[in-house]
């Protein structure tokens, strides 16, 4: 079993950053691609970025780049999403995953969410002024 904690979320201004946290429980970690996933109320969850285990291979949704980047610290089994330039549609609920599926690692894609086994509870981000 793999657990994932989120953090970092809050209220920030437009224009504003955060910076999101996963933090995993297992040693194994490096061998899961990890997802950032948002939520809005009356809205489907929607992929947002993605790194593989190895770091190598990043995703980012449209929506998103030029503005998030990803990345993670293997050694302390946390993955970060970096949030600039926020907008109030970036309102949302923001959830980390975690895939073990060789498809996901070598593509990083988002799009079939029932490839990440492994889902934290999320974290809350508001834009807002």
């Known amino acids: 079993q793999l657990e994932l904690v989120e953090s970092g979320g809050g209220l920030v201004q437009p224009g504003g950053s955060l910076r999101l946290s996963c933090a995993a429980s297992?040693?194994?970690?490096?061998?899961?691609?990890i997802g950032w996933f948002r939520q809005a109320p009356g809205k489907e969850r929607e992929g947002v970025s993605c790194?593989?285990?190895?770091?190598?291979?990043?995703n980012f949704a449209d929506f998103v780049k030029g503005r998030f980047t990803i990345s993670r610290d293997n050694a302390k089994n946390t993955v970060y999403l970096q949030m600039n330039s926020l907008k109030p549609e970036d309102t949302a609920v923001y959830y980390c995953?975690?895939?073990?599926?060789?498809?996901?690692?070598?593509?990083?894609?988002?799009?079939?969410?029932?490839?990440?086994?492994?889902w934290g509870q999320g974290t809350q981000v508001t834009v807002s002024s």
């Open positions: 995953a975690a895939s073990g599926y060789t498809s996901v690692e070598a593509t990083c894609g988002m799009e079939q969410k029932t490839l990440f086994t492994y």
């Open positions: 297992r040693f194994t970690f490096k061998n899961y691609a």
């Open positions: 790194i593989s285990g190895s770091g190598v291979r990043k």
